[in-house]
């Protein structure tokens, strides 16, 4: 009888043993995976890595990427001198229609047809001369001065995220070193494991403080210089409709003065 209870006792100690041994292999791998590191996304490891102070860098990031795409739609030719309202605009002042030239012009919601339908209306026909220049280019001068406030106030945004993007990078930096001597003074000792936090927030602020204000500064001249193109265009036209008009008016006196031949 206690031959065959030991039996029993036998068989349950090799069926729960393996089975205990396996329950503490599994234990010990699930700690171990616990204890592992986990690997960080790209999104972790150069953005969450860099602390609150990435947001305010993202969102100017942002809006970079915002003024760069409307400030290519808002320059577009079509909107400042198209081709069509401009033959149309020379031929009429061609044949001296000047108030169907301002008609026109005031028809059309483009820098050239506001340009046009402000200046023209200055044109003095009691001047044949020129037809009174003077005044047509001031007022001329008058409207660019005042349009260009418009026109280069989203330009403009993109210079000032290239200057504050780096002071939002520099601030980010000395947050970090901030912690870093912090946990310095705290720990009493240089274990990196402590400072890598504070030095990503250190490092990547002004990593991408740099990105934007790379991105940013080179958009600003180029597009600014595209906005000059555009509104010197304009002004050409005019010129150029005022001078055919003069021209027309006074062919018979530039011709007279002009010699046939030479005796």
């Known amino acids: 009888m206690l031959k065959q209870f030991l039996q029993v006792l036998l068989l349950l100690v090799c069926a729960v043993y393996p089975y205990s041994l396996h329950a503490k292999m ?5 700690a171990a995976e616990a204890a592992a ?14 602390g609150w102070t990435m947001i305010p860098i993202m969102l100017v990031e942002a809006f970079i ?11 577009k030719k079509e909107k400042f001198c198209p081709e069509d309202l401009k033959v149309t605009l020379l031929q ?14 005031a028809g059309s919601p483009t820098y050239l047809g506001r340009l046009v339908a402000y200046a023209l209306p200055n044109v003095d026909a009691t001047r044949p001369e020129d037809l009174g220049k003077d005044a047509i280019e001031d007022a001329v001068a008058d409207f ?3 349009e260009s406030r418009s026109v280069f106030k989203w330009i403009n945004m993109l210079a ?4 504050i993007s780096p002071m939002l990078g520099l601030f980010g930096t000395v947050q970090g070193m901030v912690g870093a001597f912090g946990t310095l003074s705290s720990a009493g000792q240089a274990d ?9 927030v250190a490092l990547l ?8 204000a790379i991105i940013a500064t080179p958009f600003f001249f180029f597009q600014k210089g595209i906005a000059n193109a555009q509104i010197a265009e304009c002004i050409g036209t005019v010129q150029e409709m005022v001078n055919t008009s003069i021209n027309v008016v006074n062919a018979e006196a530039q011709l007279a003065r002009i010699p046939e031949g030479l005796a």
């Open 26 to 30: 599994l234990t010990t791998e699930e």
């Open 37 to 50: 590191p986990q690997e960080q996304t790209m999104l972790d490891k150069w953005i969450i890595a860099g």
């Open 65 to 75: 990427v915002f003024l760069v795409i409307y400030n290519m739609v808002a320059l």
């Open 92 to 105: 009429l002042m061609a044949e001296c229609r000047i108030r169907s030239a301002i008609e026109v012009a």
């Open 144 to 146: 660019t001065a005042n």
């Open 160 to 163: 000032l995220c290239a200057q």
């Open 192 to 200: 990196p494991t402590q400072l890598a936090g504070d030095i990503s």
């Open 205 to 212: 602020t002004t990593f991408w403080g740099l990105i934007n």
